[in-house]
C-alpha cells in the first residue's frame, strides 16, 4: 500500500527558510508526479506547487512563486519543498499528494510555523 | 481568474441525500476531482474525473456535471459522511491546481 511521510516541520521566524521532506513507499515513485498542498489551521486546501515523474516540470501557486522550490530525489524515493522568506501566511499544515487520477494519496501533514 | 465556488455548508439529517456543488467557468472543460476531510485527517480523493469513484468509496457517493456545475451527490448519508468536502480542478494556462472553498457537511 502506497505511503506518504512527511517531515521537517517546526518553528521558524519570519523571513527563515525551511526544507520539508516526504519518503514515498509502497509505489513506484517515478510514475507519478506530485504535489505539496497546505492548509492553514482552521482554512480551506491551498495547493502550493507540484512536480511530475522525472522532474523537468514543475509548477507553483502565485502565493509562493520565487519563494519555494519544489523537487524529488527518484533513487531515494524523496519529495522535498525548499521554503524561503518565509512570513506568518505561510503557517500551516504542509501535505505531500500522490498525482494519478486526482491526488490519490495523501501523507499526514507536516506544521510549519512562522512566528517570532 | 479560475475559481471554484462551492456553498460553505449543507446540513442533511441521516438517510437523506446531499448536494454539494461546485461552480466555476471553466468547468465545462476541466475535470473535477472531489476529496473529503474529516477534522484531524489528512484529505481522501473522494471522486475523480467528475463522476469516477476510487475503490473504497461507498456506492452512496455519486458526481454528475451539467454545463459549469459538477456535483458531488451522497444518496442516504450517514453519519461518517460528516466532513468538509473540497472540489479541485486544473489551471491549464497557469499549469496550476485550484481547489474551491470547501462545503462542510454535518449530518
Known amino acids: 500500500e502506497e505511503q506518504l511521510v512527511e517531515s521537517g516541520g517546526g518553528v521558524v521566524r519570519p523571513g527563515g527558510s525551511l526544507r520539508l521532506s516526504c519518503a514515498a513507499s509502497?509505489?513506484?515513485?517515478?510514475?507519478?508526479?506530485m504535489s505539496w498542498v497546505r492548509q492553514a489551521p482552521g482554512k480551506g486546501l491551498e495547493w502550493v506547487s507540484g512536480?511530475?515523474?522525472?522532474?523537468?516540470?514543475?509548477g507553483y501557486g502565485e502565493s509562493v512563486k520565487g519563494r519555494f522550490t519544489i523537487s524529488r530525489d527518484n533513487a531515494k524515493n524523496s519529495l522535498h519543498l525548499q521554503m524561503n522568506s518565509l512570513t506568518a501566511e505561510d503557517t500551516a499544515f504542509y501535505f505531500c499528494?500522490?498525482?494519478?487520477?486526482?491526488?490519490?494519496?495523501w501523507g499526514q501533514g507536516t506544521l510549519v510555523t512562522v512566528s517570532s | 481568474s479560475f475559481e471554484l465556488t462551492q456553498p460553505p455548508s449543507l446540513s442533511v439529517s441521516p438517510g437523506q441525500t446531499a448536494r454539494i456543488t461546485c461552480s466555476g467557468d471553466?468547468?465545462?472543460?476541466?475535470?473535477v476531482y472531489w476529496y473529503q476531510q474529516r477534522p484531524g485527517q489528512a484529505p481522501i480523493l473522494a471522486m475523480f474525473?467528475?463522476?469516477e469513484r476510487p475503490s473504497g468509496i461507498p456506492e452512496r457517493f455519486s458526481g454528475s456535471s451539467s454545463g459549469t456545475t459538477v456535483t458531488l451527490t451522497i444518496t442516504g448519508v450517514q453519519a461518517e459522511d460528516e466532513a468538509v468536502y473540497y472540489c479541485?480542478?486544473?489551471?491549464?494556462?497557469?499549469?496550476?491546481?485550484?481547489f474551491g472553498g470547501g462545503t462542510k457537511l454535518t449530518v
Open positions: 499528494a500522490r498525482q494519478a487520477e486526482g491526488l490519490d494519496a
Open positions: 509502497g509505489f513506484s515513485f517515478d510514475d507519478y508526479g
Open positions: 512536480i511530475n515523474g522525472n522532474g523537468a516540470k514543475t
Open positions: 471553466a468547468l465545462s472543460k476541466q475535470y
Open positions: 474525473k467528475d463522476s
Open positions: 479541485q480542478s486544473a489551471d491549464p494556462s497557469r499549469q496550476s491546481v485550484v
